[in-house]
């Protein structure tokens, strides 16, 4: 899952970014550069689902695991 900062005041959206943690230095970053370090009244913090793992890829990350440990466990017996 990533996350993106929107300020809506700006129209500004950042790069998607691995964790909320990064995201809410994203914002801090931007409140210090653009705002003078004040709150601007429109901003989110939200999940990118355009760069996340879907639900699809998590299933198939989940088949493969599957597959992977009974293959492991032919090849032992
Ligand atoms: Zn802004």
């Known amino acids: 899952m990533s996350y993106r ?3 809506g005041t700006c129209r500004a959206t950042s790069e998607p970014v691995a964790t909320r943690r990064a995201a809410r230095a994203e914002r801090r970053w931007h409140r210090a550069r653009e705002h003078s370090g004040l709150v601007p009244d429109d901003e989110s913090i939200e999940p990118d689902a355009e760069h ?7 299933l198939l990350a989940v088949l493969v695991g599957v597959l992977i440990v009974e293959a492991l466990a032919r090849i032992t017996s």
């Not at 996340?52 to 998590?58: E, M, P, R, S, Y």
């Open 5 to 7: 900062y929107r300020c």
């Open 52 to 58: 996340g793992v879907g639900t699809g890829g998590l």
